[in-house]
């Protein structure tokens, strides 16, 4: 017989769990970001810094989330002689990873912003610096949040293949209460009805965020980023006097 009850008397270690997961993917999500999108201005550069970044896409687009822990936690720590902890190890091979996919993102949000857009903030006077991160960028944050949301609860997911180091997220705590009850149906069924709750709620906050960013916006998001659009005019305005 299945004991349902289980589920409840196990909920804090299980929900601890998922805490670790979203902790481990938070991390490894900003530096993802900020890797992908200097893959993504490597690729879309000269050769020979293009091809770099091409080897580094193709490689790491194709390592399983578990091959690339494995390489951090056994490979890497030994080869440099750093002692990882598990938690390190998990955010450094979803970073690796994921950064991957994230210069993707980026290379074809950069590429959707239409050029006209560059040439007007250099008719300005603005610096090709500025008119990236002022004008270009913004628009393509716009467009690339939805994958990163996706990419986002992709690497939600992939914690779970970090049981092999020993991490303590959702399914390591499921393995270790089954090991004790015997009950694999029930406990591994709560597990993934929790990485599914989980994907609807990261779902929710990046379409609250996109709404934001979107045209009109409304809400406190939309309020806070017109209050920024004005001090940035008002900042470009007073560039431009002097």
Sequence with gaps: MYDWGLIWDNHSALLNGLLVALEVSLCAVVISIAGGLLLAIMRMSRPPISYI??????????VPALVSVIWVYFGVSLLLGVDFSVFQAGVIALSLLY?????????????AVPAGHREAGQALGMRPIRVFFSVILPQAIKIALPNIGSM???MVKDTSTFTVIGLLEVVRVTQNVV??????FVLYTAAAAI????AFVI???????????ASPP?????RALRSRKRRRIKQLMAD???
């Excluded at 080897?55 to 194709?62: A, D, E, P, S, T």
Aim: aromatic share 16%.
């Design 195 to 198: 990485y599914v709750l989980a």
């Design 152 to 154: 986002y609860i992709g």
């Design 218 to 222: 409304s809400g406190a998001m939309a």
């Design 53 to 62: 970044a091409v080897v580094y896409i193709n490689v790491f687009r194709g």
């Design 99 to 111: 950064s991957a996919f994230m210069a993707e993102i980026f290379r074809s949000a950069l590429s």
């Design 240 to 242: 431009l006097g002097s």
């Design 179 to 184: 090991s004790q009850t015997f009950q694999p």
């Design 203 to 213: 779902d929710l906050v990046f379409r609250l965020i996109e709404n934001g960013y």
